[in-house]
């Protein structure tokens, strides 16, 4: 199965991705599945996993969280609760875990999106090596080098913040069947590969101004 690890709604404060256009595009672009992972919320996963089994939708959605660490970010598949940001990436993974969640760390050496910077000695079940937002290929190579050396498994995601753009990047999950609680189990024990392509320049820019215009509205309805 072809999933999207890593996509933004528009409960993330930088997306305006609404639910049904990532499930519409998810379709169009071939996935099989998709992991809402909005920031330090798992509403948007649980919104749009909602509306895939009422409008009867062949896209198997993994509610997420994309955490943010006091370190950088950590994806969180599938917790059966919610968990606080701050806390370091120790922290994190052992509260994931206490939740059932599958982890995966993202865009580890992308510095501008709050990548961590290592994963060497972190209980994650795969590393994001390829993130389809990253404007060179740098932080992509470099995770790629690092997970080959330590030995995790290596997935791909698009990290998208706009519809059309999910599933750019992506993982092949060789699971035994069509299901989430399948998706999940093959990631747990490696069965992945990343692939696809980084966004084109104009729609990572396009993505940014979106986020910023989101932001200053939601300053001023505070002021």
């Known amino acids: 199965m072809r999933f999207d690890l890593h996509v933004h709604s528009c409960f993330s404060k930088d997306s305006n991705s609404d639910p049904a256009s990532i499930l ?90 709050h990548g961590i910077g290592y994963v060497d000695g972190l209980d994650a079940d795969a590393v994001e090596v390829l993130n389809s937002r990253c404007v060179t290929g740098f932080a992509n190579n470099k995770a790629r080098n690092v997970t080959g050396v330590l030995g995790f498994p290596q997935v791909g995601g698009s990290d998208s913040h706009e519809a059309k753009m999910v599933g750019c990047s992506y993982t092949e999950i060789d699971a035994t069947d069509r299901t989430l609680e399948s998706a999940l189990e093959a990631i747990r024990n490696g069965k992945v590969k990343p692939g696809g392509k980084r966004t084109p320049v104009s729609h990572v820019l396009k993505q940014v101004v979106v986020g910023r215009i989101k932001k200053a509205k939601k300053a001023l309805g505070k002021a």
């Open 24 to 113: 519409e595009y998810a379709k169009i672009n071939g996935l099989d599945g998709v992991a809402i992972c909005d920031h330090d919320t798992r509403e948007g996963g649980l919104v749009c996993s909602r509306l895939a089994k009422e409008t009867n939708s062949d896209i198997i959605v993994i509610p997420g969280i994309e955490v943010t660490s006091s370190k950088g970010h950590i994806l969180v598949l599938d917790p059966k609760g919610d968990i606080e940001s701050g806390m370091t990436p120790e922290e994190t993974i052992e509260r994931a875990r206490e939740l059932g969640a599958v982890v995966i760390i993202p865009h580890p050496f992308k510095i501008t999106s």
